[in-house]
């Protein structure tokens, strides 16, 4: 088990620009969420996925924002345009679903990418 | 909305000392986690408690879910500076009690001072 792995750790850029962030889950997880924490504040769910499928967004994802998943496995994360409140801590964290049943096992964070925008 | 308060905010204590932090909803939750996050990490895992009235222990750690199922309390013994961290509670947003999106409070941050 060596965990989630996020890259970069560190992302700045100016205002503007596009970054694109990648996680990759536990290996056996086939769920896979991103959550968005700023400073002073819990962490944020964005989105999930299970497997390649997007399930879910929340209306904090604007339109600059795009998730993928292609093979189940890794996940990136686009910011396009980005602004300056777009600065923050993106978490990535994946559990396990039990298809056809409501168990889902704790999440795992990875260490996040901490995006500053100029 | 659920929101989950966190109390205090800020906490600065001695080793050795006790501390009981706190997590406070209007809305009953099915189930509430704690984690601690230490400074660029992210949030690991402590605890899920389940069924009001609750009481888990972890080594120094002990978390109670409330009996309305509305709140939560984590209470330790002779704190050490290894506990230092952001300690935070959530629980299942309105996703029908699955914790695949969960709401978080804003935190108790701890130091632990030699």
């Known amino acids: 088990d060596t965990g989630v792995s996020q890259d970069p750790r560190h992302k700045i850029t100016k205002r503007g620009q596009n970054v694109t962030f990648r996680c990759d889950p536990i290996s056996e997880h086939n769920r896979l969420y991103w959550y968005r924490q700023t400073l002073g504040q819990g962490p944020e769910f964005l989105t999930y996925f299970q497997n390649e499928a997007q399930l879910e967004k929340s209306r904090l994802l604007s339109d600059r924002f795009s998730a993928e998943r292609p093979k189940g496995s890794f996940s990136t994360l686009e910011i396009q345009r980005t602004e300056q409140g777009d600065s923050a801590m993106y978490l990535c964290a994946s559990s396990t679903h039990l298809v056809g049943s409501s168990y889902n096992s704790p999440l795992h964070f990875g260490n996040g990418t901490r995006l500053t925008v100029t | ?114």
Do not use: M
Request: glycine fraction near 12%; aromatic fraction near 8%; proline fraction near 5%.
């Open chain 2, 1 to 114: 909305t659920q929101l989950l308060e966190q109390s205090p905010q800020f906490l600065s204590i001695q080793e050795g000392e006790n501390l009981t932090v706190y997590c406070n909803s209007s809305s009953v939750f099915s189930s509430l986690q704690w984690y601690r996050q230490e400074p660029g990490e992210g949030p690991v895992l402590l605890v899920t408690v389940v069924t009001g009235g609750e009481v888990k222990k972890l080594k120094r750690l002990t978390f109670q879910f409330g009996d309305a199922r509305k709140d939560s309390s984590l209470h330790i013994t002779a704190a050490q500076p290894g506990d230092t961290g952001l300690y935070l509670c959530a629980g299942p947003k309105n996703s029908g009690g699955s914790n695949y999106k969960l709401t978080f409070g804003k935190g108790t941050l701890l130091t632990v001072n030699p």
